[in-house]
């Protein structure tokens, strides 16, 4: 079965900044790729300088004369995460896109960061809020659109209050599921603070669908040496044209939210499922719906994080 291919149109981003974590593959690679490709000068946080050389010269490959450049982020370190917003800070530059897009996804056993969280939740949510707060002067500066990246799995499951870093029973598809509620409704409550504060932020969020990207790949760091079944029937899929999107189609949804002028609320694509197909508006998750639930995980993310940015 051929797939039909489809594209989205994005505008000259030329004057911008645009900041996009994960992008030495993958998805957040595809993203980069576009915002650089019209016109952005792109920054791409990566915590493997040989990958994020080689991410480099691909989209240079693409995208001659590309504005991109590296910094050193590891999101599931607080301590990176606070370096890389001191060296942007000092370069004082308004940030006018960021795409909260790395990730990781299902580790076969419990692992944390280096300051002790689960791993997933560490990296996935707290170091993203905590790189948010760090860098909400440049965001207010440019005016910024942020665009939290989820996962089909923020459909599913819950936030284990009761046991957030998963230390009594690890169960790793559900601790990527709450990774990702948290992710969203950060997202949300700094979309209703920025409104309320007049921040002149923009905050929305989207996610990929299903399409055959490293997550479920073999991933050495986390002590999976093999790839998974999933990604191997994902692979099968895509390549058939079945149901799934591509490697293509993956980075469309967050690159539509980024950057189309007037921003909706969640974004993914609009076939079968939301599993692959064009990019467009889609209705809230309902993990994401309830704005108490959203200002709780603001809070608990502050103490965690030992830094309070809520009144910018």
């Known amino acids: 079965m051929a797939r039909k291919t489809f594209d989205i149109e994005v505008p000259d981003l030329s004057g911008r900044r645009a900041v996009v974590t994960g992008a030495s593959d993958g998805v957040g690679l595809g993203i980069a790729g576009r915002l650089a490709a ?6 791409m946080p990566v915590r493997n300088e040989r990958k ?3 991410a480099v010269a691909a989209i240079r490959g693409r995208v001659p004369g590309a504005d991109v450049s590296l910094r050193a982020l590891d999101l599931s370190s607080l301590r990176s995460v ?4 001191e060296t942007l800070l000092a370069e004082d530059r308004p940030i006018h896109v960021l795409v909260n897009n790395a990730g990781v996804m299902t580790p076969p056993d419990r692992q944390t960061t280096a300051d002790g969280f689960e791993l ?6 707290l170091g993203h809020f905590a790189l948010v707060g760090h860098l909400l002067p440049l965001l207010r500066a440019g005016r910024a659109r942020v665009t939290s990246q989820l996962s089909i799995a923020a459909n599913q499951n819950a936030i284990n209050w009761d046991d957030l870093n998963w230390e009594r029973s690890y169960n790793g598809g559900k601790a990527y599921s709450q990774s990702k509620i948290a992710l969203g409704l950060f997202g949300l409550e700094l979309a209703r603070r ?12 989207a996610h990929p669908g299903i399409a055959p990207t490293n997550l479920l790949a073999a991933r050495p760091e986390i002590a999976r040496d093999t790839d998974t079944l999933g990604v191997r029937v994902i692979r099968a899929l895509s390549a058939r044209g079945i149901v799934v ?3 293509e189609t993956a980075p469309l949804p967050a690159v539509l939210a980024a950057t189309t002028p007037r921003a909706g609320t969640f974004y993914g694509p609009s076939g079968f499922g939301h599993l692959g197909g064009p990019p467009a508006e889609q209705a809230l998750y309902s993990r994401l719906r309830n704005a108490e639930e959203a200002r709780r995980v603001w809070r608990m993310s502050e103490e965690l994080v030992e830094r309070a940015f809520a009144r910018g």
């Open 82 to 85: 606070a370096a890389l917003g």
């Open 245 to 247: 999107g591509t490697v």
């Open 120 to 125: 997933q939740f560490g990296t996935n949510h």
């Open 194 to 205: 920025s409104e309320e504060g007049g921040w002149g932020i923009t905050s929305n969020l």
């Open 38 to 43: 019209a016109g952005a000068e792109v920054v």
């Open 52 to 54: 994020g050389e080689a």
